[in-house]
């Protein structure tokens, strides 16, 4: 019998997605996301955190910008 799951492929660079692994591991275990990895740069996650995951990505990436002084 095969099971089936409704789920998002996220496919990145490998530091994304330990930053992503990392935020997963950061979660309490019954609000963990990922459903599994397939390879270092590939993973299968539950659908309805596609949206906390880019805000999550894009409050890194803000954190992470270099503005010039003025």
Do not use: W
């Amino acid at each position: 019998m095969v099971n089936a799951i409704k789920g998002l492929f996220i496919s990145c660079d490998v530091p994304m997605a330990q930053f992503i692994v990392n935020l997963n591991a950061s979660m309490p275990a019954s609000e963990r996301f990922i459903v599994h990895m397939l390879d270092p740069t590939h993973m299968f996650v539950h659908p309805h955190v596609a949206e906390m995951i880019r805000s999550k990505i894009a409050e890194f990436r803000d954190q992470n910008s270099y503005e010039k002084p003025q």
